[in-house]
């Protein structure tokens, strides 16, 4: 099956820094591939997602970018807020088996004011 | 609010004993998805639901069982539980999951506490 690994695990920043979080799959034939952000105490939430076909995307603050040849995907955070701070979870899925998210151990990212 | 529910928000039980955790999905959608996350680890994919039929399995121990009822809503079972089952369970649903992966939505959780 599908391996995500996820680094850091943790991620200290100073507010106004950017923060990247990188996760590596192993299937090749993972083609979706998720990022969930869970405050603490709180539901995990999608912030955004990546499919296969494309290389990059951005919503305001947040960019993915995927690289299926090396099978790693990266999390972009620019202009860092404290309410970015957080547990930062990525995902992967293959096509045979799209209902089965293979989430990356996590990431706690600590935004200093 | 994601619009998914769980109950009971909190669970506390002794070992040995069998707990049952509801959820019910976002109005729409026909799967549901249950993952464990321990104490500070990440989210662990138990099984997955589609429409009342069983679609995806991850490392679900088998004293632990799901189903999913006609109405959409889901329920977990754990049994014979262990100090190791304490951990927090999210349910999650999805629109579909017959033509390709869609967004989770999680609901807030519950944690199972086993003295």
């Known amino acids: 099956g599908e391996n995500v690994e996820q680094h850091p695990s943790t991620l200290s920043v100073q507010e106004g820094d950017s923060a990247v979080i990188k996760c590596t799959y192993s299937d090749s034939a993972s083609n979706y591939f998720p990022w969930y952000k869970q405050e603490l105490g709180k539901r995990p939430q999608l912030i955004i997602d990546?499919?296969?076909?494309?290389g990059e995307k951005k919503d305001q603050r947040i960019a993915v970018t995927l690289n299926k040849t090396a099978k790693h995907f990266s999390l972009h955070i620019t202009e860092t807020q404290p309410e970015d701070s957080a547990v930062y979870f990525c995902a992967a899925t293959p096509f045979y088996n799209f209902n089965k998210f293979y989430f990356g151990s996590g990431t706690k990212l600590n935004v200093k004011p | 609010d994601s619009g998914v529910t769980q109950t009971p928000k909190h669970l506390i039980t002794a070992t040995g004993q069998r707990v049952t955790l509801r959820c019910s999905p976002r109005?729409?959608?026909?799967?549901v998805y249950w993952y464990q996350q321990s104490l500070d680890q990440g989210l662990q994919f138990l099984i997955q639901y589609y429409n009342g039929e069983e679609r995806a399995k991850g490392n679900i121990l088998e004293r632990f069982s799901a189903q999913q009822f006609p109405d959409l809503h889901s329920e977990l079972n754990l049994s014979s539980l262990e100090l190791g089952d304490s951990a927090l369970y999210f349910c999650?649903?999805?629109?579909?999951?017959?033509?390709?992966?869609?967004?989770?939505?999680f609901g807030p959780g519950t944690r199972l506490t086993v003295l």
């Open positions: 999650a649903s999805s629109v579909a999951g017959t033509s390709g992966p869609n967004e989770q939505f």
């Open positions: 990546i499919r296969s076909n494309v």
């Open positions: 109005s729409g959608d026909l799967s």
